[in-house]
């Protein structure tokens, strides 16, 4: 079973540009969650998707918005990059809702120059 | 909402020896906490979990414990090994269930020395 799958794996963008991250979640997950892991503060959650709606987002501003896909698949959009947003984004999923945990992907490491 | 406070955020151990992590969460409803290990260059995965409903649940040498009076639970690793050394976050659920997500302590860094 192919696990939770991230593209890019790196991804260098200028200040005021905008990133796309993609993440497939497990096949059968149909929940999709999106964290940032900025060094040395952990993982903050930004977005939650299932069924495609969004059900929940984190203390971010709006420039971070994304969706999810009719295959369960989502997308993470950033715009107007900042500095502070260089981060690793971690994407996760889960197949009956947080209480059965989640299965994380490797992440897509986004640097802003 | 949900709010977890990990610690310590360093832990320094001698192989053989056992390891402690401590977390606190403080939402009464919720019923379900998960550990995670993450590795350099790897995303989180998880190791084990726990629901309210137990007091402790063990896998080999890693076992988890829970409190749901005081609202702790630790993560508790026994001969640990080279290998264990990693960061761990504990977790716990937003609205206490299966419609929220998870937050995330602020991790532990592990190091075990040979």
């Known amino acids: 079973e192919a696990g939770v799958t991230q593209s890019p794996t790196h991804l260098i963008k200028t200040r005021g540009q905008q990133a796309t991250l993609r993440c497939s979640p497990i096949s059968g997950h149909t929940s999709v969650y999106w964290y940032q892991q900025a060094l040395g503060l952990g993982l903050q959650f930004l977005l939650w998707y299932d069924e495609g709606e969004e059900r929940n987002r984190g203390n971010f501003p709006p420039r971070f918005s994304g969706r999810q896909f009719p295959n369960y698949s989502s997308e993470l959009n950033v715009n107007a990059l900042e500095l502070e947003d260089s981060a690793l984004y971690l994407c996760?999923?889960?197949?009956?809702?947080?209480?059965?945990?989640?299965?994380f992907g490797s992440g897509t490491r986004l640097t802003v120059v | 909402g949900e709010n977890v406070e990990q610690h310590p955020s360093t832990l320094s151990v001698q192989e053989g020896d056992s390891a402690v992590i401590k977390c606190t969460y403080s939402?009464?409803?919720?019923?379900?906490f998960p550990w995670y290990k993450q590795e350099l260059g790897k995303g989180p995965q998880l190791i084990i979990d726990i629901r309210s409903n137990v007091g402790e649940k063990k896998d080999q040498r890693i076992a988890v414990t829970l409190n749901k009076t005081a609202k702790h639970f630790s993560l508790h690793i026994t001969e640990t090994q080279p290998e264990d050394s990693a960061v761990y976050f504990c977790a716990a659920p937003t609205y206490g269930g299966s419609q929220g997500n998870l937050i995330f302590g602020k991790g532990t860094k592990l190091s075990v020395k040979p």
């Open positions: 939402d009464s409803a919720s019923n379900y």
């Open positions: 996760a999923s889960s197949v009956g809702g947080v209480n059965y945990g989640y299965t």
